[in-house]
C-alpha cells in the first residue's frame, strides 16, 4: 500500500502532461552535449539504479540519479512529515523531479531527513527499497495485452520451439479489436482497427511471455516500427538494427526488473557492456517514455488514443 501511495504521488508513467516535445529535445540534448551515460558502464549503472528504484516513474528515476546517484528513498518534505514524522536537515539539497499535471517538484533524499521525538522507526520500503521481490508475474501480463489494443496491437499465441520468443509487425487486414471503455456509470466498448499483429511464444512461461511482450512493444513505442500519429510515438523507422535492439533490450530490462522478474535483456546488456565501451546513438528519452508507458500497461485500464493526440487519461 506504501508503495502505490509512492507510484500514484510522483507518477507512473511520463506518458501525459509531463511528456512533452521540450522535456524530450532538452533531456536528449543534455545527454549529448555532457555525454551522460555514453559509456556502456555509466549506462549499465543508471539502468541497474533505475530497475532498484521502482517505487518512481522511469523519468523521475533517472532525473533522481543524475542529481544524486546514491540516493536510496525520496519524498517531498510534506510526506516525511505526514507518513514517517522525519523534518528536512538544515542545509539539505532538494532533488527537482518532474510532477503529473504540473511542472516539478522537490523532493529530498531519507539520508537529508532526521527524525522528529515522535518518530516510529522508519518501515522496509524506506530503509530496504531495493530489495529483490518475488520472480513471478501477476496481473500485469493481461493488462499489458488488453492495453495494447488500445494501439491496434492484436496479441495472439503459437506454438513453436523454446527458442523462439516471439515478434512484432505491421497488420494487414481489416479486423477491428474491441477495447473496454470505462463510462460510468458502465463500461462501454469500442472498436479500433488491427494496425500491428504481436506474436508470443504460448510454450513460453508466463514471465517470459510478458518479458517478450514488453520488448516487441518497445519496438512499437520506441518509433521503430513508424506510426500511425507523430503525436502518439515519433517515426524513428530509419535507425539501425543495433540501435533498435539496444532501445528494446532496455526497455524490456527495466520493465522486468521493475517487476522483480528475470529477463534475458540482463544478459544481452551485460554482453554488450562487456564487448563495447560506448552505447549506441540511442534516444534516452524514447527509452524511458516507452519504459514508462509499458509499466504504466501494467496497473491500469487505459482509455483509447485520441485521433487528434495523446491518449486521454
Not at 196 to 222: D, G, K, M, W
Request: with cysteine; proline share 7%; hydrophobic share 35%.
Amino acid at each position: 500500500m506504501a508503495e502505490q501511495k509512492e507510484l500514484d504521488l510522483l507518477g507512473n508513467s511520463t506518458v501525459g502532461p509531463i511528456d512533452t516535445e521540450s522535456t524530450s529535445r532538452a533531456l536528449d540534448e543534455l545527454f549529448r552535449l555532457t555525454h551522460h551515460y555514453s559509456s556502456t558502464k555509466d549506462y549499465d549503472d543508471l539502468l541497474k539504479f533505475m530497475a532498484r528504484f521502482r517505487f518512481y516513474a522511469p523519468y523521475n528515476a533517472m532525473l533522481i540519479h543524475i542529481q544524486m546517484p546514491g540516493a536510496k528513498f525520496v519524498a517531498p518534505p510534506h510526506r516525511w512529515l505526514q507518513n514517517y514524522r522525519q523534518r528536512i536537515k538544515p542545509g539539505a539539497r532538494p532533488l527537482v523531479i518532474l510532477q503529473p499535471m504540473g511542472p516539478v517538484m522537490f523532493v529530498f533524499d531519507v539520508s537529508d531527513t532526521e527524525p522528529l521525538p515522535d518518530a516510529p522507526p522508519l518501515p522496509r520500503e524506506v530503509m530496504s527499497p531495493f530489495e529483490v521481490r518475488g520472480g513471478t508475474i501477476g496481473h500485469e501480463l493481461e493488462r499489458t495485452i488488453e492495453n495494447a489494443k488500445r494501439d491496434g496491437v492484436r496479441v495472439s499465441l503459437r506454438s513453436a520451439g523454446s527458442q523462439s520468443a516471439g515478434q512484432i509487425g505491421t497488420a494487414a487486414t481489416t479486423a477491428t479489436l474491441e477495447v473496454v471503455v470505462r463510462r460510468a456509470p458502465k463500461l462501454e466498448t469500442v472498436r479500433v482497427p488491427v494496425r500491428y499483429e504481436l506474436l508470443l511464444n504460448s510454450e513460453h512461461s508466463r514471465e517470459v511471455r510478458f518479458a517478450t511482450l514488453a520488448h516487441e512493444l518497445a519496438h512499437l513505442y520506441c518509433g521503430h516500427l513508424g506510426t500511425p500519429n507523430a503525436r502518439w510515438w515519433p517515426d524513428r523507422s530509419h535507425l539501425s538494427v543495433i540501435v533498435r535492439e539496444f532501445e528494446a533490450e532496455s526497455v524490456c530490462y527495466l520493465a522486468c526488473r521493475r517487476l522483480g522478474i528475470d529477463n534475458p535483456s540482463e544478459k544481452y546488456l551485460a554482453g554488450y557492456v562487456e564487448h563495447n565501451s560506448d552505447v549506441p546513438k540511442i534516444s534516452l528519452e524514447c527509452v524511458m517514455t516507452a519504459a514508462g508507458t509499458i509499466e504504466k500497461m501494467g496497473h491500469e485500464r487505459l482509455k483509447p488514443r485520441k485521433e487528434g493526440g495523446s491518449p486521454d487519461h
